[in-house]
């Protein structure tokens, strides 16, 4: 093992990570073990906290032996700096011999590197997540870092691809190291000359036309800073070798497939002392660059070098202009030009100019030349049937991401054809068309549409050679939404009739919306350009323009505007309004500064709070992370605070932690509760601090599982499920209790039926099924669920609630015919019995009967309502079967009942009163009459109440 490599061990053993030091042979490394001597009694406890890290990760765990012997190795302590910025590097940077600080002190710490701050952003992180604008994506050794094992994280996020960006001070876990993230993740060592040496500069170009490999960790640079120190000199960085490699830069041969294939290839080897001797030997540029800030005034005065046909292009519409060439306009000629955007000034004007996707162009060239011969001028052919023979789609469907040339290039192509471009986009209202299009009623814009495409002008047969073609370009068609309801069948609609083609451009065409779309479109999936591709147009435009920058930059803005092209023509138009010269730096620098804006996921800001790194965040950081979502962040971090365990603390001072933690998401949430109950927005902050911030601070550190099997990555939020859960299970018990005190069998309130009887009344259900033959365990289980108005839903509600972990289900043993024989009696009796008063009573003018009110106007106000006689009740529910007599009786009570209902608006509570007042149980006659069939009972419903009367099915 090389000494480097037995330095990083050792270095590892520090605990954090964030102090390597070395006993390297090294000039260095001898002066750290010098000064670094009176740290070592603080081994100990970094140690612990070392090992508390290793015990949690699976991929430390083969190490500890090493760990043992290598505990009396001294390590500079040098503090883990933020990701490096590009003027950092042509500093020396001091080392610092400070020993790790604790945690507790160093939240909210200001990081000492206050130029890191300006490119930190504070949101998304590119933590690789692919998304957005593309953070360094150079394509890392991933095979010699296989054996780097022992530095601690040292960047952030899941997302695949990409590493974070230098400035990203987090301290996710999980993949965010490159291609071969996940597994290499956090495992590179730190540098063990680490800022200790100066970085040279030289000319801007020296190393242009040189492709570098880095493998392995280097001497006194961080990967991404040799990145960027090779790439602002003009240098080529790729991920593996190959040959055309002209170096492999590596400070030590740690065999890997790199190095191997290297050696295979006969690529030079190139250390990082050398890398600094190439660039130092180029001559630095001492004459400082002009900067453009009057550039761009004087360019905007600047003659014009627009040709009138161009300008004619821009006014009027495309089919007219002239698809020929026209060359990038240049020097002096251009007064309306540089005005333009250059995102206008540089559409391309033919086909080749288009980046990317040129098949996809033939494509639709091809489709697009072949349309009127395919349907006539009928429109008739295919009639937008899902055929199979891509030519027989009467519509195209381009897809891809935004500004990557697909309006673009249905234009041009369009153009090129001779057809006269019709465009509806978003901001165009493309609903549903009057059903009077027929009749040829103009007016909005669909009703246009479906003019448009229905037009018999426009047919083929029309003598088009008097008319230009049309081809209707419907842009952005996965946006029609909310405005546009009915948009996207009425564009079926629309292709099925269509005389004319019609391009559809959207960005996701697997957008739920664009599911039946798609079948009747050729679909054309655009892809985003290489940087290479893109480099290369932009490099053109540069040119055109006069700017002065090198095609590693232009590659490096590719790669971070994730393959917008527009979005990378308007990055250098703004740069070029305070620059002539364009740096690989100033385009960092831009880029870096543009992306802090960016959405953040509530689990990327909480891996960031709860990171190692969170205890460096910035206060505006961590309020910036904390508000990202200030629904989610809190009750993330309350779901996963118990699982994160602090650097450096033993168990006892982690309890402590959490204590505080616990009482910090406490106040958190009597905050909220103000928020939202008083709307006392004011105190957001507040609540955000007490809720995630505080917490997180106390408790970042490692993540480890609590539970065998768990996997080690932030929940979700149970919260919210649970909540649900109890929302719904208050619902269920809220129907039983009233189907409870319907039966007059009780008059406990929710919570004693809860408590009290649920478990009673779960034996009385299930015992009898388990135990009695099965035909009295039925009927004894139905005379009871009559008696107490338990209906089939009641019996799962009370299954349901009296469910508890490590309790077997009682119903588990029941046979099915048991079951089945219980549902069939159940039903058989569902005629005659009384249950369902409450779910009957329907109030005029109130949708859904108010259950509560109705509980209340159900409690039992006279002792004497049951029916002693056990006289047998009215079979029929209607009441059909009733006695006269009875009749009669409820006659009287059923109108009350009638017109109490009917004035229930005017005196809303009061119904209920006069109900109870009148001794009305609300039976479900008195119901029926109360709905105005003009009966109503109160004996027979009082009569009912006991049980045995009839009753209907519940309806829900
Ligand atoms: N492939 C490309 N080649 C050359 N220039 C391009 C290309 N794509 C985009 N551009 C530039 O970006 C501008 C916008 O492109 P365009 O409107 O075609 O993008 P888009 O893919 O349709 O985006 P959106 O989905 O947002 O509509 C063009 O005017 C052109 O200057």
């Known amino acids: 093992m090389s000494d480097i490599r037995k330095w990083f061990m050792k270095a590892h053993e520090k605990g954090n990570g964030s102090a390597p030091k070395s006993t390297s042979s090294k000039a260095g490394p001898v002066k750290n073990a010098a000064e670094t001597a009176p740290i070592k009694s603080e081994q100990a406890s970094e140690d612990l906290e070392t090992a508390d890290r290793r015990k949690t990760s699976k991929y430390f765990g083969k190490d500890k032996t090493k760990v043992k012997d290598e505990k009396e190795v001294e390590a500079i302590p040098a ?10 590097l042509v500093k020396p940077r001091p080392r610092k011999v400070t020993k790790v ?31 957005g604008i593309a953070s360094k994506t150079v394509d890392n050794d991933d095979d010699d870092d296989g054996e780097d094992k022992e530095t601690p994280l040292k960047s952030a996020g899941r997302g695949r691809g990409g590493r974070a960006a230098p400035g990203a001070s987090t301290g996710g876990r999980g993949r965010g190291g490159g291609r071969g993230g996940f597994m290499n993740f956090g495992e590179r060592k730190d540098p063990p000359h680490k800022g200790e040496k100066e970085v040279p500069e030289g000319t801007p170009d020296c190393l242009a036309g040189l492709t570098f490999v880095i493998s392995g960790t280097l001497d006194s640079l961080e990967r991404e800073e040799a990145e960027d120190l090779i790439k602002r000199h003009g240098g080529r960085i790729t991920g593996s070798v190959s040959k055309k490699t002209t170096y492999l830069l590596c400070d030590e041969d740690i065999g890997g ?60 519409p495309l089919a007219k202009s002239s698809p020929k060439k026209v060359p990038p306009a240049k020097g002096k000629n251009k007064i309306i030009e540089t005005s333009l955007p250059w995102t206008e000034k540089y559409r391309p004007k033919v086909p080749n100019e288009i980046v990317g996707n040129q098949s996809l162009v033939t494509q639709l060239h091809n489709w697009l030349s072949h ?90 047969n029309f003598d088009r050679s008097k008319h230009p ?74 040119k055109a323009e006069g700017l002065e920058i090198n095609e590693i930059a232009l590659e490096e803005l590719a790669e971070r505007v994730n ?42 800001a909480v891996d960031k709070l709860f990171g190692y790194n969170g205890g460096k965040l910035r206060m505006d950081e961590r309020i910036d992370l904390s508000m990202s979502d200030p629904d989610l962040v809190p009750l993330l971090i309350q779901e996963n605070y118990l699982n994160y365990r602090p650097s450096g603390k033993d168990e006892a001072k982690r309890m402590d932690l ?44 490692s993540r480890e599982v609590l539970e065998q099997g768990e996997r080690n990555f932030n929940r979700f939020g149970g919260w919210l499920g649970k909540n649900s859960t109890a929302g719904k299970n208050r619902r269920l018990m809220e129907d039983l209790h009233v189907h409870v005190l319907a039966s007059r069998e009780s008059s406990a309130g929710r919570e004693t039926l809860r408590v009290d009887y649920l478990p009673l009344l779960l034996s009385r259900l299930t015992s009898p099924l388990q135990t009695l033959p099965k035909d009295e365990a039925v009927s004894e289980v139905v005379d009871f669920m009559n008696s107490y108005s338990i209906s089939q839903e009641d019996f799962d509600t009370i299954l349901e609630l009296g469910k508890f972990k490590g309790r077997e289900n009682p119903m588990e043993g029941v046979p099915p015919p048991v079951k089945a024989a219980l549902t069939k009696k159940y039903n058989e009796m569902n005629k005659t019995r009384m249950v369902r008063v409450a779910d009957m009573v329907q109030l005029p003018g109130v949708k859904k009967a108010p259950k509560k009110r109705i509980a209340a106007m159900l409690e039992p106000t006279v002792d004497s ?30 109108e009350k009942l009638e017109s109490n209902l009917k004035n229930l608006n005017a005196r809303g509570i009061q119904v209920e009163l006069d109900l109870k007042g009148a001794g009305s149980s609300g039976s479900r006659k008195a119901a029926g009459k109360g709905r105005g069939r003009g009966k109503a009972a109160d004996t027979s419903a009082e009569k009912k109440a006991t049980g045995r009367g009839s009753g209907a099915k519940r309806k829900r």
């Open 79 to 88: 503090k883990r700096k933020l990701k490096t910025e590009s003027d950092d």
């Open 101 to 131: 600080v604790d945690d507790d002190d160093d939240d909210f710490d200001v990081p000492i590197s206050r130029k890191t701050r300006d490119t930190t952003p504070s949101k998304k992180l590119k933590s690789g997540s692919g998304r």
């Open 257 to 316: 497939r790199k190095s191997e294939k290297a050696k295979e290839l006969g690529t030079k080897f190139l250390t990082e002392d050398g890398l600094f001797d190439i660039i130092r030997s180029s001559k630095p540029v001492k004459k400082s660059l002009p900067e453009r800030s009057n550039k761009g005034t004087e360019k905007i005065c600047a003659p014009p070098k627009t040709s009138p046909q161009k300008e004619e292009t821009r006014g009027k």
């Open 371 to 460: 349309w009127h011969d395919q349907f006539g001028g009928t429109g008739s052919k295919g009639k937008g049937k899902k055929l199979n023979d891509a030519g027989s789609k009467k519509a195209v469907l381009l897809s891809g991401t935004p500004g990557i040339g697909k309006t673009t290039s249905a234009k041009l192509v369009s153009q090129m054809l001779g057809f006269q471009a019709v465009e509806v986009n978003a901001s165009d209202s493309r609903g549903k068309a009057n059903s009077n299009i027929a009749k040829g009623i103009g007016g909005s814009n669909a009703n246009s549409v479906k003019e448009l495409v229905n037009n018999e002008a426009m047919a083929a």
């Open 469 to 542: 073609k049309t081809v209707l370009i419907m842009d952005e068609v996965d946006g029609m939404s909310a405005g546009d309801r009915g948009g996207v069948a009425d564009l079926i609609a629309s292709i099925k009739i269509s005389k004319i083609p019609i391009i559809c451009i959207c960005n996701d065409r697997y957008s739920q919306k664009l599911k039946s779309l798609v079948n009747y479109c050729l679909p054309l999936n655009y892809r985003k350009p290489t940087k290479q591709q893109m480099a290369k147009r932009l490099m053109h435009i540069a």
């Open 563 to 604: 393959g917008d092209i527009r979005l990378a023509v308007n990055q250098l138009q703004y740069m070029s309004l305070s620059m002539s010269v364009i740096k690989y730096d100033d385009i960092r620098q831009r880029l870096l500064s543009s992306a802090k804006d960016e959405d953040i996921s509530p689990f990327t």
């Open 658 to 701: 959490l204590a505080r933690a616990a009482e910090s998401i406490a106040d958190g949430d009597i905050i909220n509760v103000q928020i939202r109950r008083y709307r006392q927005w004011q105190l957001s902050q507040s609540c955000c601090v007490a809720s995630s911030i505080l917490p997180a601070s106390l408790l970042h550190g």
């Open 865 to 894: 309502l049951r029916d002693e006689d056990g006289e047998p009740l009215a079979d029929n529910e209607e009441g059909n079967g009733s006695d006269a007599e009875e009749d009669s009786e409820e006659a009287t009570d059923g």
